[in-house]
């Protein structure tokens, strides 16, 4: 049986037991999940606008769902698209629509609004999907009502699918035709989709968007029948709401910080979720500039930075000291047995007295060997609170080994310039997500939309033999061999890896899947949960 398959049925099992117990309806009533949100407020009702574009779709398939969805280990699910196979050059992925699928109003899903979905993303330039897609993506061939090929500019079909199929979710091509502006559209039919749940009114004075369950949906009806789902200020008012039992789980991008997670991990009936986050947190070198360029240099800050203390002080010890690889151990691909980042000053003294950077003029700063200074910047965005932490307190701990490090603290336009455009920055403390970044290839100076520096031949072709990869096991070896690259040349260093943190009430709920690095209210979810004593 499929994955699918089991899905459906197990919510089916579900349903009825749920009926049966009475727990649904016992007093007319149908069962709601009520949940919180901070990072994003309810603007437009507008599925191309957030939080409708993550987290409520982009990874949790809620009004609408993409080709594919995710597992809870981040690999591709079968959802519009049953199958799919990639060309021998990995060029091209032909896929098989489900045919019981409809939009709100009736009409089919097809394969006509895959290529619309496709190109209008790419066309209009929509999020980081927008970018990927104007970079790979060719054109998308109809061959007939529920089939079509992708057809991609390079041999990175894998890549693509794991990338792209569960995050670019599908809209209606009779609807979104007519629409120039779709950050912008606030037509009734905005959010006519063809996902589990269906967008039921806004509340503006409560700021709680109502969903209520699809139950025409192609994957068969979710489990819960409302969902209630409520933006808060701040953090603070959500998680009191929580501990208060006035809401269930947090459906929500952004997760609590590590001192509030540890006050409610005492609370009774609050479960809180531990998983290895997706988020990568990194120091990035400008290679184009020296001593950046110098492998012995990087090495050397690699050893002047407390991995410990940043971790304690800006994750609240939620998190862990990272290996050398890079990659978190949330990516499928994570090579496990390279070594943790190691925190010496000694070593990093050592290193450095190697290079003739030595204090000439006995100012207690290092120089370089010509007798000019050496002064570092540390950049990071103003709108980064982790970062701007991260690189006040690294600056003292580079101080230590000689190096004069000053924090650069810019509004993200600066920030942006610089970077991306004139690649004109020392170091910078940045954080991404591996899955739309080619697994962390923001170090390489081979993609015009990234602020990658290195120019490495070897780098490169290891960046080619990762987009390229045609399967699984092809992508795991070339991750290995990048994470052996990143271990020994470190384009980037590794800061550390994050916990999810996802509290929920325990005595409400049960039987979340969640997705790694992302919570509990995956598209799994949806068909998985039970109340609790059900």
């Given at each position: 049986m499929s994955k699918r398959s089991k899905k459906q049925l197990m919510?089916?099992?579900?349903?009825?037991?749920?009926?049966?117990?009475?727990?649904?309806?016992?007093?007319?009533?149908?069962?709601?999940?009520?949940?919180?949100?901070?990072?994003?407020?309810?603007?437009?009702?507008?599925?191309?606008?957030?939080?409708?574009?993550?987290?409520?779709?982009?990874?949790?398939?809620?009004?609408?769902?993409?080709l594919a969805t995710f597992d809870s280990d981040l690999t591709p699910l079968p959802c519009l698209a049953e199958t799919w196979d990639i060309s021998p050059d990995g060029r091209s992925i032909e896929f098989s629509?489900?045919?019981?699928?409809?939009?709100?109003?009736?009409?089919?899903?097809?394969?006509?609004?895959?290529?619309?979905?496709?190109?209008?993303?790419?066309?209009?330039?929509?999020?980081?999907?927008?970018?990927?897609?104007?970079?790979?993506?060719d054109d998308v061939e109809?061959?007939?009502?529920?089939?079509?090929?992708?057809?991609?500019?390079?041999?990175?079909?894998?890549?693509?699918?794991?990338?792209?199929?569960?995050?670019?979710?599908?809209?209606?091509?009779?609807?979104?035709?007519?629409?120039?502006?779709?950050?912008?559209?606030?037509?009734?039919?905005?959010?006519?989709?063809?996902?589990?749940?269906?967008?039921?009114?806004?509340?503006?004075?409560?700021?709680?968007?109502?969903?209520?369950?699809?139950?025409?949906?192609?994957e068969g009806r979710p489990v819960v029948d409302k969902i209630m789902w409520r933006h808060f200020r701040d953090a603070d008012s959500m998680l009191l709401s929580l501990k208060k039992g006035e809401i269930d789980v947090l459906f929500d991008y952004k997760t609590p910080t590590g001192i509030r997670a540890e006050s409610l991990e005492s609370e009774e009936g609050i479960t809180?979720?531990?998983?290895?986050?997706?988020?990568?947190?990194?120091?990035?070198?400008?290679?184009?500039?020296?001593?950046?360029?110098?492998?012995?240099?990087?090495?050397?800050?690699?050893?002047?930075?407390?991995?410990?203390?940043?971790?304690?002080?800006?994750?609240?010890?939620?998190?862990?000291?990272?290996r050398k690889g890079l990659i978190p151990s949330a990516v499928p691909e994570y090579k496990p047995d390279l070594p943790v980042s190691e925190y010496n000053i000694t070593k990093a003294n050592l290193i450095l007295d190697s290079l003739s950077f030595l204090d000439s003029d006995g100012d207690g700063w290092r120089d370089l060997p010509d007798g000019s200074d050496l002064k570092i910047e540390l950049l990071a965005r103003s709108t980064d609170s982790d970062g701007?932490?991260?690189?006040?307190?690294?600056?003292?701990?580079?101080?230590?080994?000689?190096i004069d490090a000053e924090p650069l603290i810019l509004e993200p336009t600066q920030a942006g310039k610089m970077t991306y455009t004139d690649k004109d920055f020392d170091m910078w403390v940045v954080s991404q997500d591996p899955y739309m970044s080619s697994l962390s290839f923001g170090a390489v100076d081979v993609v015009s939309t990234q602020y990658g520096t290195c120019d490495d031949p070897e780098y490169?072709?290891?960046?080619?033999?990762?987009?390229?990869?045609?399967?699984?096991?092809?992508?795991?070896?070339?991750?290995?061999?990048?994470?052996?690259?990143?271990?020994?040349?470190?384009?980037?260093?590794?800061?550390?890896?994050?916990?999810?943190?996802?509290?929920?009430?325990?005595?409400?709920?049960?039987?979340?899947i969640p997705v790694e690095g992302y919570g509990l209210t995956s598209h799994l979810s949806w068909f998985s949960i039970a109340p609790v004593n059900s």
């Open positions: 919510g089916s099992i579900l349903l009825l037991c749920l009926l049966s117990f009475g727990v649904v309806s016992a007093e007319g009533q149908d069962l709601t999940l009520r949940a919180g949100l901070t990072k994003f407020e309810f603007t437009l009702m507008n599925p191309l606008v957030s939080p409708w574009y993550t987290p409520a779709n982009e990874f949790f398939g809620t009004t609408h769902v993409g629509l489900v045919e019981n699928a409809t939009w709100l109003d009736g009409t089919p899903v097809t394969a006509e609004d895959v290529k619309f979905t496709y190109e209008y993303w790419r066309d209009k330039q929509l999020y980081r999907q927008g970018t990927t897609l104007n970079l790979y993506l109809v061959k007939d009502e529920y089939s079509g090929v992708i057809n991609l500019k390079e041999s990175y079909a894998h890549y693509f699918l794991r990338a792209l199929f569960p995050t670019v979710y599908i809209i209606p091509k009779h609807i979104w035709e007519k629409v120039d502006d779709p950050k912008n559209y606030d037509g009734e039919d905005a959010m006519v989709g063809c996902g589990p749940y269906i967008f039921d009114g806004y509340d503006e004075d409560a700021d709680t968007v109502y969903l209520k369950a699809n139950t025409d949906y192609f809180v979720d531990l998983s290895p986050d997706i988020n990568l947190r990194y120091l990035i070198f400008n290679y184009k500039r020296y001593p950046m360029s110098l492998v012995e240099f990087r090495e050397a800050v690699s050893y002047a930075i407390d991995y410990q203390s940043l971790m304690d002080s800006v994750a609240g010890g939620y998190g862990v000291v990272p701007v932490r991260i690189v006040e307190q690294m600056s003292y701990t580079l101080k230590e080994a000689g490169i072709e290891l960046y080619e033999n990762m987009m390229s990869a045609r399967d699984s096991a092809e992508l795991t070896a070339a991750a290995y061999a990048l994470q052996d690259y990143y271990a020994t040349e470190m384009p980037a260093i590794p800061l550390f890896w994050y916990q999810s943190i996802y509290p929920y009430r325990s005595d409400k709920f049960e039987g979340w």
